[in-house]
C-alpha cells in the first residue's frame, strides 16, 4: 500500500460529460449484476460487516455526474445508481480512482481520508466495516469482470489492463512489491 501522498488521476472529462446524457437503466442493470455476482463468490465478505450487514452506503465518485448505493443486505446486495443525490447510513466520497484504488489496495483509505482526497459522513463505524470486509476480501474487480465475461475474458482482461495504462487508475489488484 502507499501510504505517501499521490495526487489521484481524475476521471477524464469528456467520458464524464456524456454519463450525463446517456440512460442509467443498462449501466445499472450491469452493475446490479455485479453486485449479486460478487455476493455469490465472496459471501465472507459480507459476514464479515456483521451488524453493518445492512446498513445502505452512499458511493459517490466526486469526478462523476452519478451516485451509487450499495446496499449489502446481509449477502444479497443491491446497487443503485442515480444522478438524484441519495440517502444512505453513510456517505463514502472522492474521486473514482481513490474509491477503486482503495479496493484493489494501491492506496490507504486513511491516508486519503487526511489527505481530504476522502469524506466519509454519516455512521463511521458502518465505514469501517466495509472498509475492513473489503480489505480481507482481496477483491480485484478487473478479475471479477473478467470471470463475468465468458469467452470475451481475454479481451476484457486486455481492455481493461490497456484502461488501467492510459489513466492510471487501479483497476485490478497487484502484489505488493516485497520489497516495501
Same mark, same amino acid.
Given at each position: 500500500m502507499q501510504d505517501h501522498a499521490v495526487q489521484l488521476p481524475v476521471f477524464p472529462r469528456l467520458p464524464a460529460f456524456a454519463l450525463r446524457g446517456l440512460p442509467l437503466t443498462p449501466i445499472a442493470l450491469a452493475l446490479g449484476a455485479f453486485a449479486r455476482?460478487?455476493?455469490?463468490? %465472496?459471501?465472507?465478505?459480507?459476514?464479515?460487516?456483521?451488524?453493518?450487514?445492512?446498513?445502505?452506503?452512499?458511493?459517490?465518485?466526486?469526478?462523476?455526474?452519478?451516485?451509487?448505493?450499495?446496499?449489502? @443486505?446481509?449477502? %444479497?446486495? @443491491?446497487?443503485?445508481?442515480?444522478?438524484?443525490?441519495?440517502?444512505?447510513?453513510? @456517505?463514502?466520497?472522492?474521486?473514482?480512482?481513490?474509491?477503486?484504488?482503495?479496493?484493489?489496495?494501491?492506496?490507504?483509505?486513511?491516508?486519503?481520508?487526511?489527505?481530504?482526497?476522502?469524506?466519509?459522513e454519516g455512521d463511521t463505524a458502518a465505514v469501517l466495516a466495509l472498509r475492513n470486509a473489503i480489505d480481507d476480501a482481496e477483491l480485484d474487480l478487473a478479475a471479477e469482470a473478467e470471470a463475468m465475461s465468458g469467452p470475451f475474458a481475454a479481451q476484457v482482461k486486455r481492455l481493461i489492463g490497456l484502461a488501467e495504462t492510459k489513466t492510471g487508475v487501479a483497476l485490478s489488484r497487484h502484489e505488493e512489491d516485497p520489497l516495501w
Open positions: 455476482r460478487m455476493g455469490a463468490r %465472496h459471501p465472507s465478505m459480507f459476514k464479515r460487516l456483521g451488524d453493518y450487514g445492512n446498513a445502505r452506503f452512499v458511493l459517490d465518485p466526486t469526478d462523476l455526474p452519478v451516485t451509487l448505493l450499495l446496499e449489502p @443486505r446481509a449477502g %444479497h446486495p @443491491r446497487l443503485r445508481l442515480s444522478r438524484k443525490p441519495i440517502e444512505g447510513d453513510a @456517505r463514502i466520497a472522492g474521486p473514482l480512482s481513490g474509491l477503486l484504488g482503495m479496493v484493489h489496495g494501491a492506496y490507504d483509505g486513511d491516508a486519503l481520508f487526511f489527505s481530504r482526497d476522502l469524506v466519509i
